[in-house]
């Protein structure tokens, strides 16, 4: 028999070590920059026609900057008035009014109905959390039309309301608060109630603050979510000046439907102030997304 020969494991030098981590470090980057750039590139290519004539928009091999940077789309598109106060101040208004409104009522109530399914007890709390949760099943085409029948009971159609009231509370919204609520220790709770505070002081005093980034997340959810509604507004607000973007886009892109360089500058207007937000508050969503998953 022949006696066989152990090699030891070769163990990587220092150096070996380091450039392995720069290359996956450099693997790793390049393919965040190559996902980004292929995300980025249809806006990147919308933005940078607006400042073309729409020659250059539609001219064959396509052109990525401009011959010449017309500023004066963007005027043009901003003063435009369809009449009957259909302007794009106004319109900008009326979506970002309905948009902040909806997310910050959804902050409020949400909140206060999360914060009674994760500490409070009461008779049926579980059955109203899973009626609450089966409604999540129920497609928004089903209760469109009766919802459009109480709106007209009530005199709210074509006025904020409308929009405001049926956007203030969501199950979506109660259930992600609910699950950060649950993870969030009782021990700092009991302590305020130690201390003589009241149910309602623990709960704007202690819950709320430790709740912001998940606060957050649902605002920036349901702020996203009213600014990119289409159907809803087109229901329920009727007169130009009642308009949000979504639907006076439509209305501008028939009226200008030759002119590509002021449409896709209309598009802007609607598209920038989102990402605007996001960019700002992605950080907390990013985190309250992560919290509300720990505890079940």
């Known amino acids: 028999m022949t006696a066989t020969t152990l090699h030891p494991p070769q163990v990587p030098s220092p150096g070996q070590i380091i450039w392995r981590e720069r290359l996956k470090k450099m693997v790793m980057y390049g393919l965040l920059i190559t996902l980004g750039l292929a995300a980025l590139t249809p806006f990147i290519l919308a933005f940078l026609g607006t400042f073309k004539t729409d020659a250059e928009i539609i001219a064959w091999p396509p052109t990525f900057l401009p011959k010449e940077w017309l500023w004066q789309n963007w005027v043009k598109t901003w003063q435009t008035d369809l009449g009957q106060g259909a302007t794009f101040p106004r319109w900008l208004f009326n979506t970002a009014l309905v948009s902040f409104g909806t997310a910050g009522l959804q902050v409020a109530f949400c909140s206060m109905a999360a914060y009674a399914f994760a500490r409070l007890r009461f008779p049926g709390k579980d059955l109203v959390f899973s009626f609450m949760l089966a409604s999540m099943m129920i497609p928004g085409a089903v209760t469109l039309i009766p919802a459009y029948v109480v709106m007209t009971k009530i005199r709210f159609v ?17 259930f992600l608060l609910t699950q950060f609520l649950k993870a969030v220790p009782v021990e700092l709770e009991e302590a305020a109630f130690m201390d003589g505070a009241s149910r309602f002081r623990i709960y704007k005093d202690v819950v709320i603050p430790l709740s912001k980034p998940a606060l957050l997340t649902v605002f920036i959810l349901q702020f996203q979510a009213m600014w990119n509604s289409f159907l809803s507004p087109l229901l329920y607000l009727n007169t130009p000046k009642m308009w949000v973007l979504n639907v006076a ?12 360089n002021l449409t896709l500058v209309a598009a802007m207007f609607n598209a920038i102030p989102i990402l605007i937000l996001f960019a700002f508050l992605s950080r907390y969503y990013i985190e309250g997304i992560s919290w509300s998953g720990l505890k079940g």
């Not at 929009?163 to 109660?174: C, D, F, H, R, Y």
């Open 158 to 174: 074509n006025t904020y309301w409308s929009l405001l009231v049926p956007g203030a509370v969501s199950a979506g919204s109660i």
């Open 249 to 260: 886009l439509t209305v501008f892109q028939q009226q200008y439907k030759a002119q590509w």
